[in-house]
C-alpha cells in the first residue's frame, strides 16, 4: 500500500468535492485538467476509455471517474478513498442545507427567496433535457422512442416500465441478435420491482434509493425522473413542489449532483433519513466500479449492451422531458412564475456557461423582488 499516493488521492478528490460546482460535465472537466494534464497520473487515452466506461453501468458518472482515477493511482483502497472523499462534502453541505431548509423554509422571511427557485430550476433542466437529448437521439429510431415513452409518460404510465420496457425494444429492434454476441445484458431488474415497503422508515428509504441507483442510467439529471417515478407517483412520500426544492438545493451544492438524495431523504426522516438515503444512492457506484475495472474490455465488445443502453437513455431522456412539462404547467399559473421560468429557459441558452449556482441565486433573489411588488 503506498500512503503517498493515497494521500494524493484524498487531498486531490476532496478538493475537487468543495469546488466542483457545474453538473457532471464540468467535474470530469476539472479531473482531466487536474489529473491527466496537471499530474499525469494517466493518459489522456485512458481517462476517454474510463469516461465511456461510466455510460456503461447505472449510477452518477462523475462520482465513477473519481472512483476509476483513485484505483488507477493507488489501487482499490484508491478507489474507495477517491470515492468518498469526493462524496462527503456534497453530502455535507447538502445536509446542512437541509437542516436549514427544515427550519427556516416555510418562516415567512425566508419562503420568498425558495419562490424564485423552482422556475429557475425549470431552466436548468430544460438545458440539462436539450443536451443529453442531442446525445441520446441518435438517430430517429431513438428519437421516435424517446417521443412515444415521452407521451405514455405524460398519460400516467409508469415510468421505470417504459424504462425498461423501451431498453429491451431497443436491444431487439436496433440490432439483429447473431448467436455469437454477447447475450448476458446487465438488465435491471429492480425496475419493474415493487416497494419492498410502503411505511416510512429509514430501511425503506435506503431500499427506494438503492432500488433508483441500481437503474440510473443517464447522468445526474435523471434522478428527477426517477425520484418522480418513486417517491411523489408510487410512494406519496414526497410530492411535486419538495421534489422542485431538492433539486434545487442539490445545486447549491458542490460535487455530485445525486446528493438530491440526501436532501430528500432529510426531509422524510430527518439526519438518519438523510444518511441512508445517501448511502443507498451512492453505495452500488463502489461495486460497480470494482467489477467494471475487471470487465471493461468485455462490456465495449457487447454489441447488446450499447444498444440497450442507447435505448435506455433515449426513454430517460423522455421521461425527462415529460416531468418537465408536468412540472411547468405547475409553475407557470401565475405571471411571475411564468416569467421567470421563461428568463430562467433563456439565460440557460444564451448564457450555456453560466453556472447552475448563478442561476439559482439568480431566480432566488428575483422571486423575492417580484413578491415585493405584489
Request: net charge positive; with cysteine.
Amino acid at each position: 500500500m503506498d500512503l503517498v499516493k493515497l494521500k494524493e488521492v484524498f487531498l486531490v478528490f476532496l478538493k475537487l468535492g468543495c469546488i466542483a460546482f457545474g453538473g457532471p460535465a464540468a467535474h470530469i472537466a476539472m479531473m482531466e485538467e487536474e489529473l491527466v494534464k496537471k499530474r499525469k497520473w494517466i493518459t489522456q487515452q485512458h481517462f476517454l476509455d474510463m469516461v465511456g466506461a461510466t455510460n456503461l453501468v447505472p449510477g452518477p458518472n462523475s462520482t465513477q471517474m473519481t472512483m476509476y482515477c483513485g484505483h488507477a493511482r493507488a489501487g482499490w483502497l484508491g478507489l474507495l478513498v477517491g470515492g468518498m472523499s469526493f462524496i462527503i462534502p456534497a453530502v455535507f453541505f447538502t445536509l446542512v442545507l437541509a437542516i436549514i431548509y427544515g427550519e427556516y423554509g416555510e418562516v415567512p422571511a425566508i419562503a420568498p427567496f425558495f419562490f424564485g427557485i423552482k422556475p429557475a430550476v425549470i431552466g436548468i433542466i430544460v438545458s440539462a433535457c436539450y443536451k443529453l437529448g442531442k446525445k441520446a437521439f441518435k438517430n430517429w429510431q431513438l428519437a421516435t422512442l424517446g417521443t412515444i415513452v415521452m407521451g405514455l409518460s405524460i398519460f400516467g404510465l409508469d415510468e421505470f416500465t417504459l424504462i425498461i420496457g423501451g431498453g429491451l425494444l431497443g436491444m431487439f429492434g436496433l440490432h439483429y441478435f447473431k448467436r455469437n454476441q454477447l447475450t448476458s445484458v446487465f438488465a435491471p431488474i429492480l425496475l419493474l420491482a415493487k416497494p419492498l415497503a410502503f411505511s416510512l422508515t429509514s430501511s425503506s428509504i435506503f431500499l427506494s434509493f438503492l432500488k433508483i441507483a441500481m437503474v440510473l442510467f443517464g447522468g445526474g439529471y435523471v434522478l428527477i425522473a426517477y425520484i418522480d417515478a418513486e417517491l411523489v407517483e408510487k410512494l406519496g412520500w414526497l410530492t411535486k413542489a419538495q421534489l422542485l426544492d431538492a433539486i434545487a438545493m442539490g445545486q447549491f451544492t458542490p460535487g455530485p449532483i445525486l446528493t438530491t438524495a440526501t436532501f430528500v431523504g432529510y426531509q422524510l426522516n430527518g439526519i438518519a433519513g438523510a444518511l441512508w438515503a445517501s448511502l443507498g444512492m451512492f453505495l452500488p457506484s463502489f461495486f460497480l466500479v470494482g467489477w467494471l475495472v475487471k470487465i471493461i474490455p468485455l462490456l465495449k465488445k457487447s454489441a447488446m449492451l450499447s444498444k440497450f443502453l442507447d435505448a435506455v437513455n433515449g426513454c430517460a431522456v423522455g421521461i425527462m422531458i415529460a416531468v418537465t412539462l408536468k412540472l411547468g404547467f405547475q409553475i407557470g399559473t401565475d405571471w411571475q412564475g411564468a416569467s421567470l421560468m421563461a428568463l430562467s429557459i433563456a439565460v440557460a441558452f444564451v448564457f450555456p456557461k453560466v453556472s447552475a449556482l448563478w442561476v439559482i441565486l439568480g431566480g432566488s433573489v428575483l422571486g423575492y423582488l417580484l413578491l415585493l411588488l405584489i
